[in-house]
């Protein structure tokens, strides 16, 4: 697996589930946020650049694509890469895939900017942040 991606699995569970037997749409984004964490969990020199006194990632959009319904037991993988980097955002792109087939079940892209808690406003991506990032881009 190319180090730029980072992959989190978890099972799915009866809680996780609708009133129809599958997985509510609304649990895919916290399965996405899993996978969003994994991969800053995967790089820990990344993730000090967020601490306090520094920017933080805040997502300011989310598409998620629907592609097939997880049940219970079903193993799941979700995907996670920096897609994009630009001046003053980025894209990341996540996959959630069935374990046992590989089927995409859902994909997302999510866009995140950088903001300066003390000023409550979005700052460049530029210097270190965006050197430790540039390297890491999996562009679609």
Known sequence: MDARL????LRVRGYHLDGY??????????FLEEGRW???DDRPDLARLFTSG???????NLNINYRLAAVAGD??????RLAELGTRS???????????????????????????VKANRAVAIEGELHDALAPLVLAD
């Open 38 to 40: 994994g991969y800053f």
């Open 6 to 9: 980072s992959r989190v699995c």
């Open 90 to 116: 980025a894209r990341m792109h996540q996959e959630i895939r069935r374990v046992g087939d590989g089927a995409v079940v859902a994909d997302a892209d999510l866009t995140f900017v950088l903001l300066d």
């Open 75 to 80: 193993d799941l993988e979700v995907l996670t």
């Open 21 to 30: 037997g599958h997985v509510n749409n609304a649990r895919y984004l916290e």
């Open 54 to 60: 520094n920017p933080a990632f805040v997502a300011v």
